[in-house]
């Protein structure tokens, strides 16, 4: 005897199941309804990273629907980037309202799974501290987080590739969408054979590469580390737990198009998971 499940609040991809998700743009828009109902007329709103223009995020939509519909003024000074979603990237954020709109007396805060994490395409899931995509395809699946105002930063974190071809991290990202190459941005990836830096923006082009030594099975973890300064990528990648030498290169980008961007994790003719993520400062 089976017994019914119905996914709450996601959709799911995994066989006929019947799922229910939320209206984003509904809910905000009733968020915003409920403070005004209280006597709120000056709401602000703390969104998770600056890598999706906030005019195209439906939380965002909602938000500027609900103060329309009251007759309230939309204001810029009183949408603030929490970069990510921790304590410390709220108090900042907190911090910067009230310099920014001392005024303010709501404040709304855009989040949801994986808050601070934008999709473009593929089928996204946590778990264990591991973040998977499992739709795979041709697509170029990314999801993107982080500021398109970072400048100088260390990226480290383990890839593995699940199945197909290839997956890995992307840096100083800009403008994202669905599509292989839609993006402006450097993609850091790996293969069974390989690692690859390469340019993304409407279109590919390959900048560096290395071989692994050895090379990669599908289902093993890798450590990538990529320290954008400048015009400057370095790429050193070595397996995850190994003491072995790291392989990599370094290369200058005589355009320099990308100067700033956020940070994200991509695949590409296949399905891949990450772990480890950090993103740290750099000179």
Same mark, same amino acid.
Request: glycine share 22%; proline share 4%; net charge positive.
């Given at each position: 005897m089976t017994k019914p499940l119905i996914v709450a609040t996601a959709s799911s991809t995994a066989g006929r199941v019947d799922s229910f998700d939320t209206d984003l743009f509904e809910a905000a828009r009733a968020v915003v309804a409920h403070l005004v109902a209280? +006597?709120?007329?000056?709401?602000?709103?703390?969104?998770?990273?600056?890598?999706?223009?906030?005019?195209?995020?439906?939380? %965002?939509?909602? %938000? &500027?629907?609900?103060?329309?519909?009251?007759? *309230?003024?939309?204001?810029r000074r009183r949408v603030v980037s929490t970069e990510t979603v921790t304590f410390a990237a709220g108090a900042r954020a907190a911090r910067t309202l009230v310099q920014r709109a001392p005024e303010t007396?709501?404040? /709304?805060? *855009?989040?949801? +799974?994986?808050?601070?994490?934008?999709?473009?395409?593929?089928?996204?899931?946590t778990s264990g501290? &591991? $973040?998977s995509e499992a739709c795979g395809?041709?697509?170029?699946?990314?999801?993107?987080?982080?500021?398109? !105002?970072?400048?100088? %930063?260390?990226?480290?974190? #383990?890839?593995?590739i699940d199945? +197909?071809?290839?997956? +890995? /991290?992307? &840096?100083?990202?800009? #403008?994202? !969408?669905?599509?292989?190459?839609?993006? #402006?941005?450097y993609y850091i990836g790996v293969s069974s054979r390989r690692i690859v830096l390469g340019k993304q923006n409407g279109a590919w082009?390959? *900048?560096?590469?290395?071989?692994?030594?050895?090379? $990669?099975?599908?289902?093993?973890? %890798?450590?990538l580390t990529v320290k954008a300064v400048g015009c400057t990528l370095t790429v050193t990648g070595r397996p995850s737990g190994s003491a072995a030498t790291p392989v990599g290169f370094t290369y200058k980008d005589p355009d320099c198009s990308f100067t700033r961007g956020a940070v994200g994790v991509r695949d590409q003719a296949g399905t891949a998971s990450w772990r480890h993520v950090t993103v740290t400062r750099s000179g």
């Open positions: 209280g +006597g709120r007329r000056r709401i602000a709103a703390l969104a998770p990273g600056e890598v999706l223009p906030a005019e195209r995020d439906e939380r %965002y939509q909602g %938000y &500027v629907a609900g103060l329309r519909d009251a007759g *309230l003024p939309v204001s007396d709501a404040v /709304f805060a *855009l989040g949801k +799974g994986r808050s601070g994490w934008v999709d473009y395409g593929g089928c996204w899931a501290g &591991v $973040l395809g041709t697509g170029g699946n990314k999801s993107i987080t982080g500021s398109t !105002g970072w400048t100088a %930063y260390r990226l480290a974190g #383990d890839v593995r199945g +197909g071809a290839q997956a +890995g /991290f992307v &840096v100083r990202a800009s #403008d994202p !969408g669905k599509g292989a190459d839609a993006l #402006d941005g082009r390959e *900048l560096a590469q290395t071989a692994i030594p050895g090379g $990669l099975a599908t289902g093993t973890w %890798y450590h």
